[in-house]
């Protein structure tokens, strides 16, 4: 029985951010703790296992103002690769998590959290000392 062809990543397509959504790209390993740290708060995600990267698609105009660090805010001018709405697995781009009729975004500042408690406090930096401030 011959091996059925591994799928490509020929059925995704390029998709403009900046139109009906921005896009947050994080680290894989933060990415996906930040998904379990969001919960069912956590709106579609696209894993991408080529750049080790997972992305969060936010409002349109959230990556004008995003600063948080280790992530890159994709807005006007950049594109995100897009998997076939069934991929749920790889090889090459898929979804982590689906969208939905009303699961496509994800809150920017409950992303924003989701991160920062995924990668932890900063080497020196008392979590208490900066909750006080």
């Not at 062809?5 to 947050?24: E, F, R």
């Amino acid at each position: 029985m011959p091996t059925p062809p591994l799928p490509s990543a020929a059925a995704c397509t390029l998709h403009d951010a900046g139109q009906d959504w921005d896009a947050i790209r994080v680290p894989r390993s933060v990415g996906l703790a930040t998904m379990a740290i969001l919960g069912p708060r956590c709106g579609a995600v696209v894993e991408d296992p080529l750049s080790s990267a997972v992305y969060y698609f936010v409002p349109v105009g959230t990556a004008t103002d995003w600063d948080v660090t280790n992530t890159h805010a994709l807005g006007l001018g950049a594109t995100v690769t897009i998997p076939p709405a069934r991929r749920t697995a790889g090889p090459g781009p898929h979804w982590r998590m689906c969208p939905g009729e009303d699961r496509l975004l994800t809150d920017p500042a409950a992303l924003r959290a989701a991160i920062e408690d995924a990668f932890g406090p900063r080497v020196g930096e008392d979590r208490k000392a900066s909750a006080s401030a």
